[in-house]
């Protein structure tokens, strides 16, 4: 799931992670750009005001700081004239408060009356005093000292740009020098206000970064997907092949495509699946035919020993008949031992015969129960039958194989004097529904997932006790999906087990193959 899913939305996000830093890197320069433009048209204001100063006719009665409070309005933007300290002289956003202007015109005009003669000049011929400068240090206009970091650069500089950081806002600035005092001249605009005379121009280039980032974006996400799952689907198959194996399925084959590293691992997977799976073969041949060797002298062996045990052979005496008898129970039990071998190999290399005809599972439960009524009697175990009428198209020799190696684990389980076993047969609309159910130890969850695998025991002290192979389950499983059903259990700890399997009612052609 992490290999088809989470590698190629990982590979999106970074993706899409470095898009976007991309275009907010994009758009932090045509901001840039955006400023550097504007500063040349802060430059032609500059020399446009610069010029309007200069030719500016003084007159000698005004106050300088009012005269020039007037020739720095702006209606954009922001003119400043500093002297060669950084105090500011005046300031466009400045204004002054009205009484004091009043009373400064009424004393320069009773001053008027006592001169003389009156002189006009221009600006740029007007000679005045240090103390008369002086004197325009009296106003401390607001922020007065914001461009004393800058007194070194307007000493050697005639003009220049500057750019600085006021209460937490950005403003880029032009100066150059004017001919009274060596005033500098300065013209600012924030940040934020050119951007906002550009809004149309950015909200345009904004919406054009956005859909192509965006269609960027969808791009870089499908042709991550793509390039992924390239990378992913083999691995992915390994994966799924690997499992297969675990379970001991050796069919697996991947196809190997193309000639790079993962190509090569595939390639190496497959042989070692194809030498497992001739390993396997090996095995299972090997196993059939000591199977059918054993097989071969048990038969006599059997003969004999029943024929013992009847006395067909003569009368014994007290100590030979438990000896037959001896025989005779463990050459049985090593027949079956070795026919749940050769069942199980049958299997697995597809080789179990089926004969299916039509019958009554009541009949097979019946029988069952006759079987095995004296084994249950004798450990005081109960059995409750529970049969519907039905008849069924299937084959009885192999459901009855099911249904005794199910009932035998449930012998096995349940305790002697208070054992319960309730066999039954259910008729339902698609199948035909058996179960065995039993008050037994139980089987816990954690166990169930491997109960019907090759060897597994649940409790390997009731296998030193009673014997068994662990074929059981894995032959009941086989047969069940051989006739085209399937089989279950539902179980916990110390609450019994109770096993279900069921059995196709329409009729499912299976070839007949004989070993």
């Known amino acids: 799931m992490f290999l088809k899913y989470k590698l190629p939305l990982t590979f999106s996000i970074l993706s899409l992670l470095i898009i976007v830093v991309t275009a907010a890197f994009y758009m932090e320069h045509i901001t840039e750009v955006m400023i550097h433009a504007d500063r040349e048209k802060m430059k032609e204001k500059l020399a446009t005001k610069k010029l309007e100063i200069v030719s500016f006719h003084y007159d000698a009665s005004e106050k300088l700081e009012i005269v020039f409070q007037d020739l720095l309005k702006t209606d954009h933007g922001r003119f400043i004239v500093v002297d060669p300290q950084g105090f500011v002289i005046a300031d466009s956003n400045y204004s002054f408060p009205t009484e004091n202007i009043s009373e400064e015109i009424s004393e320069e005009e009773s001053m008027s009356e006592e001169e003389t003669s009156e002189e006009e000049t221009t600006v740029a011929d007007k000679e005045t005093t240090e103390e008369e400068h002086s004197d325009l240090h009296e106003i401390k206009f607001p922020s007065s000292d914001r461009f004393l970091d800058f007194i070194e650069e307007f000493k050697t500089q005639e003009s220049g740009t500057i750019s600085y950081e006021d209460d937490r806002e950005i403003y880029y600035a032009v100066y150059t020098k004017l001919p009274i005092f060596e005033w500098i001249l300065i013209f600012e605009e924030s940040r934020s206000l050119i951007v906002s005379e550009n809004k149309e121009s950015v909200e345009r280039l904004g919406v054009t970064i956005a859909t192509f980032s965006t269609l960027v974006s969808i791009g870089v996400v499908f042709a991550t997907f793509y390039i992924s799952k390239r990378f992913t689907k083999p691995l992915s198959k390994l994966i799924n092949a690997a499992n297969e194996i675990s379970k001991g399925k ?266």
């Open 250 to 515: 050796f069919n697996s084959e991947i196809k190997v495509v193309g000639k790079d590293e993962i190509s090569e691992l595939t390639s190496t997977f497959n042989k070692m699946t194809e030498s497992l799976k001739e390993s396997e073969k090996q095995k299972d041949e090997f196993s059939s035919m000591v199977s059918h060797e054993l097989k071969t002298p048990l038969t006599p062996l059997m003969a004999y020993s029943e024929m013992l045990k009847n006395k067909i052979l003569g009368p014994l005496n007290k100590d030979q008949q438990t000896a037959a008898n001896a025989i005779n129970s463990a050459s049985t039990r090593l027949d079956n031992l070795i026919s749940e071998l050769l069942d199980a190999k049958k299997l697995a290399l597809g080789k179990l015969e089926i004969h299916k005809k039509e019958f009554q599972p009541s009949e097979l439960i019946n029988k069952l129960v006759l079987d095995i009524d004296p084994l249950v009697k004798s450990k005081g175990i109960s059995v409750i039958t529970s049969s519907a009428t039905a008849r069924l198209f299937s084959d009885p020799d192999r459901i009855y194989q099911v249904l005794t190696n199910l009932v035998t684990n449930a012998i096995k389980a349940v305790p002697e004097k208070t054992g319960k076993i309730e066999i039954a047969f259910k008729d339902e609309e698609k199948s035909s529904l058996f179960y065995i159910k039993d008050n037994g130890v139980g089987i816990p969850k954690e166990k169930q997932s491997k109960l019907f695998t090759k060897f597994y025991q649940v409790d390997t002290s009731l296998t030193r006790k009673f014997g068994g192979t662990g074929l059981g389950l894995t032959i009941c499983k086989g047969i069940v999906e051989k006739l085209g059903g399937k089989i279950w259990v539902e179980s916990d700890r110390g609450i019994g087990a109770t096993f279900y399997f069921t059995i196709p009612k329409e009729q499912v052609t299976i070839e007949n193959i004989s070993d």
